[in-house]
Nanobody, 121 residues
Framework: QVQLVESGGRLVPAGGSLRLSCAAS????????MGWFRQAPGKEREFVAV????????YYADSVKGRFTISRDNAKNTVYLQMNSLKPEDTAVYYC??????????????WGQGTQVTVSS
């Protein structure tokens, strides 16, 4: 099993920046690709970004492209999401996911509990 713990979410003004972290523990050799999703109240969980095991390949949702950057440090078993130029519509619970690829949450095997990001206008 793999445990994922997100951190870094908080209230931030529009135009601000945040960096989310996702620490993996357990059988981290199974994590392979890792991604970020988000879910706003009343909405379905949506894809944000994903990064391959070695970090060579990344893929972003159009809504965050150019503003968000996903990265990973395998020595620390941690994945990051740097979020810049935040907008109120970025407000959501952000979830880390592992062992999957692409934009379908059903394709990911492991999930964290989420961290709340709130962007004030």
């Amino acid at each position: 099993q793999v445990q994922l713990v997100e951190s870094g979410g908080r209230l931030v003004p529009a135009g601000g920046s945040l960096r989310l972290s996702c620490a993996a523990s357990g059988r981290t050799s199974s994590t392979s690709a890792m991604g970020w999703f988000r879910q706003a109240p009343g909405k379905e969980r949506e894809f944000v970004a994903v990064i391959s095991w070695r970090g060579r390949d990344t893929y972003y949702a159009d809504s965050v492209k150019g503003r968000f950057t996903i990265s990973r440090d395998n020595a620390k078993n941690t994945v990051y999401l740097q979020m810049n130029s935040l907008k109120p519509e970025d407000t959501a619970v952000y979830y880390c996911a592992a062992s999957g690829w692409g934009n379908n949450p059903n394709d990911y095997r492991f999930w964290g509990q989420g961290t709340q990001v709130t962007v004030s206008s």
